[in-house]
Every structure is written in C-alpha cells, then in structure tokens.
C-alpha cells in the first residue's frame, strides 16, 4: 500500500503502514527468482524476506540487505542472478547502483567463463591431446622390463 511516508512501498513493520497489507510484488520476486539467485533486501532485518522465501519453497535463495551492495562482497563470486526487492530499489544510492550493474555484469562474465570452461572439458572428454598420448606412451615405456 502506498503511504504519503514512504517514497514506494512500506514494510508493515516500519511503523508508517496505514493499509491493507502488500502488492504481492516481494512474492513474484521471490518466486521468479532465478535457482540460487541472490536476494536484496532493503534494509538489514532479513527475517521477512527468509520466513516469506521459506513459505514460497525458495530456501535456495540468498538473502542479503541493500548494504552487501556498498562493498565489495559480490566480487569474484559468480550468481546465477540478482534480485533487487521493489523497495530496495528506490532506496538504493548512486553507489549501490553503480556496484548492482557491476556486480551483474562481473557474474555474467565469470558464469560464461565456466560454462565455456566447462564446454571444452565435455569437448575434450573421450578424446586425448598430443601431450596426453606422449605421456601415456613414456608411462608404457617405462613399464616394460628392463628398462
């Protein structure tokens, strides 16, 4: 419900809730969440979005508050997505957008990277390199009596 307190949506904790409760947005974010996506929520508290991702089958989900956002806990790290809580999102600074894109962009690249990765290692299953076959055959030579 949209309160004159709030620049989006209020949570109905927040003290500034003066309606009917929720959109179902929280909900089709949490259930159209990509497997094993990472979540972001507005502020610190979690145990909303976990109890709702726990009712909706969706323990697969990673929580994190708006903050993971203002470091650089997302680098390195490959996801399969990140969602961004309605709320979350009008209340995100210029930083945490800037990091939001890159955090992004960094996981795209690192899941093409493993998928091509691991696309070469089916291509090269079943079939042996020059270096691999001259291994084989210096182990079989060194095997042999007398040598």
Same mark, same amino acid.
């Given at each position: 419900?949209?309160?004159?307190?709030?620049?989006?949506?209020?949570?109905?904790?927040?003290?500034?809730?003066?309606?009917?409760?929720?959109?179902?947005?929280?909900?089709?974010?949490?259930?159209?969440?990509?497997? *094993?996506?990472?979540?972001?929520?507005?502020?610190? +508290? !979690?145990?909303?979005? &976990?109890?709702?991702?726990?009712? %909706?089958?969706?323990?697969?989900?990673?929580?994190?508050?708006?903050?993971?956002?203002?470091?650089?806990?997302?680098?390195?790290?490959?996801?399969?997505?990140?969602?961004?809580?309605?709320?979350?999102? *009008?209340?995100?600074?210029?930083?945490?957008?800037? +990091? !939001?894109?890159?955090? &992004?962009?960094?996981?795209?690249? %690192?899941?093409?990277?493993?998928?091509?990765?691991?696309?070469?290692?089916?291509?090269?299953?079943?079939?042996?390199?020059?270096?691999?076959?001259?291994?084989?055959?210096?182990?079989?030579?060194?095997?042999?009596?007398?040598?």
């Amino acid at each position: 419900m949209k309160n004159k307190h709030c620049s989006s949506f209020c949570h109905p904790d927040d003290g500034l809730f003066d309606g009917p409760r929720g959109t179902g947005w929280t909900t089709k974010l949490i259930k159209t969440a990509p497997k *094993d996506a990472v979540f972001i929520w507005h502020d610190n +508290n !979690l145990w909303y979005p &976990k109890d709702l991702a726990q009712r %909706l089958g969706r323990e697969d989900l990673e929580m994190k508050s708006a903050s993971w956002l203002k470091g650089l806990n997302w680098m390195g790290r490959s996801y399969s997505g990140i969602v961004v809580d309605h709320h979350a999102l *009008d209340q995100l600074d210029a930083q945490q957008h800037d +990091n !939001l894109k890159l955090a &992004k962009m960094a996981s795209s690249h %690192l899941r093409l990277t493993e998928k091509q990765s691991n696309n070469q290692q089916t291509k090269n299953n079943g079939k042996t390199t020059k270096t691999e076959n001259r291994r084989d055959q210096d182990a079989k030579r060194k095997a042999l009596p007398g040598r």
